[in-house]
């Protein structure tokens, strides 16, 4: 008899362009099960489904912003808050100040090594 296999955490990626939630998938590899928005309306429908472990959240998304997003996560989801890693082309300081200000636990600038991104999904997700 086989012993049943441990679900693996959830991940929720919002980024609007395909290759890159391709990219992150396959940096994160196989020990995540994975959720997909490509803007914040579709990560809400996501979220009023599905509970992840953590999302990982582009800025420049079509419509409301992945900030303007998450500032309405955090405003809704204050006894339960997801770990969010912020990922963005954008990688003043100003750009990572405003991701943490608005609730990112992370902040992982583009083009990204995938070393660190998986360190932090992982760091996040043990927290």
Request: proline share 6%; aromatic share 6%.
């Amino acid at each position: 008899m086989m012993a049943a296999q441990a679900l693996r955490p959830l991940i929720l990626i919002c980024d609007d362009e395909l290759p890159l939630r391709e990219l992150i998938k396959a940096v994160l590899g196989d020990r995540y099960e994975y959720l997909e928005a490509e803007d914040a309306d579709q990560a809400d429908a996501v979220l009023d489904r599905f509970d992840p472990e953590a999302i990982v959240l582009d800025v420049m998304l079509p419509g409301r912003s992945g900030i303007e997003f998450l500032t309405e996560l955090r405003e809704r989801r204050r006894e339960r808050p997801i770990p969010v890693v912020v990922v963005s082309a954008w990688q003043s300081q100003q750009d990572a100040q405003a991701a943490l200000g608005a609730g990112a636990n992370a902040f992982v600038g583009k083009p990204f090594d995938p070393k660190e991104l998986a360190d932090v999904v992982e760091t996040l997700i043990a927290a």
